[in-house]
Each structure stands twice: as structure tokens, then as C-alpha cells.
């Protein structure tokens, strides 16, 4: 079983930046592909970002290439995500997940082995 715990969340301004956190509770983290994913109100949860299991590759949904960059510290058992030049459609409660069997592009279809309880952003136009 694997708990992931993010962090970072907050309230911004348009063009604002934050970085979140998502902290694993085992060793063997990097056995895992992670992956971001965003629920804003009333819709369905996407995909974001998500980076492999060594921290060399990674995928990006549209909307976040050139402004979000994920990443991974192997000894914090962390990943990463920087978020830059925030814009309201942004806001959404983000949450991180892991797989065990998942590339970095197949992230955005499987269902991931383990969630997070997610973080909130707001930004406020």
C-alpha cells in the first residue's frame, strides 16, 4: 500500500507560480511512474503531468506544457510539481497518483494504482 500525501497548495493571482508536493510513504517509490491530475468544479478529473519511474522522462497535458514542470527527489521519496504564469481556468483541487505498471503517457488513461487526498488551487483572476 502506498500513501501519498500533497502539499502546496493555495490561493494565487493570475500569473502567479506554487509548487506542490507529493510525499510517498515507501521506500520503493521510484518503482513507481507518478502522475498530477486536476478536478476543477463541476468537471471530471484530467490528467496533468506525470514523470517515470527514474525521473527522465516526462508528459505533459496540453494546457500545462511550457508552464508546469514535474519532478521527482528519489532520497525526499517526493515528486514535484512547478507550476508557472497561473491562470484561473488553473483552479482545481490536484492530485497525485502512482503506478506500478504505467509509462508516462499511459498515465493519462489507466487508473492509477494509488491517489492522493489532493490539494487545493485557486486563482484569483
Known amino acids: 500500500q502506498v500513501q501519498l500525501v500533497e502539499s502546496g497548495g493555495g490561493v494565487v493571482p493570475t500569473g502567479g507560480s506554487l509548487r506542490l508536493s507529493c510525499v510517498a510513504s515507501v521506500s520503493n517509490f521510484g518503482f513507481y511512474t507518478v502522475g498530477w491530475f486536476r478536478q476543477a468544479p463541476g468537471k471530471e478529473r484530467e490528467f496533468v503531468a506525470s514523470?517515470?519511474?527514474?525521473?527522465?522522462?516526462?508528459y505533459y497535458a496540453g494546457p500545462a506544457k511550457g508552464r508546469f514542470f514535474v519532478s521527482r527527489d528519489f532520497a525526499e521519496k517526493t515528486v514535484y510539481l512547478e507550476m508557472n504564469d497561473l491562470k484561473p481556468e488553473d483552479t482545481a483541487i490536484y492530485y497525485c497518483?502512482?503506478?506500478?505498471?504505467?509509462?508516462?503517457?499511459?498515465?493519462?488513461?489507466?487508473?492509477?494504482?494509488?491517489w492522493g487526498q489532493g490539494t487545493q488551487v485557486t486563482v484569483s483572476s
Open positions: 497518483a502512482a503506478d506500478l505498471r504505467a509509462s508516462t503517457a499511459t498515465m493519462t488513461t489507466r487508473k492509477p494504482d494509488f
Open positions: 514523470v517515470s519511474r527514474e525521473g527522465s522522462s516526462t
